[in-house]
C-alpha cells in the first residue's frame, strides 16, 4: 500500500487547527512527542496505527 505522508499529515494539521489544538495540545491528547506531531505533519513520518 502506498501512502501519501504529505496527504495524510496535511489532513492531521487541518483537524488540529480546526479544533484550535496547538502541537503540544494534540500531542499530550493521544499521547505522543510535539515532535512526533511536526513530523507527522511535514509529512516526515508515518503515524503508527495501534491495533
Known amino acids: ?4 505522508t ?7 494539521k487541518r ?3 480546526a479544533k484550535n489544538l496547538s502541537q503540544q495540545n494534540l500531542a499530550e491528547k ?3 512527542s510535539y515532535r512526533y506531531v511536526a513530523e507527522i505533519e ?3 513520518k508515518v503515524p ?3 491495533t
Not at 500500500?1 to 501519501?4: F, G, K, S, V, Y
Not at 504529505?6 to 492531521?12: A, E, F, L, N
Open 1 to 4: 500500500m502506498d501512502l501519501d
Open 6 to 12: 504529505k496527504k495524510i499529515g496535511s489532513g492531521i
Open 15 to 17: 483537524y488540529r487547527l
Open 30 to 32: 493521544v499521547g505522543i
Open 42 to 44: 511535514s509529512g516526515g
Open 48 to 50: 503508527k496505527l495501534k
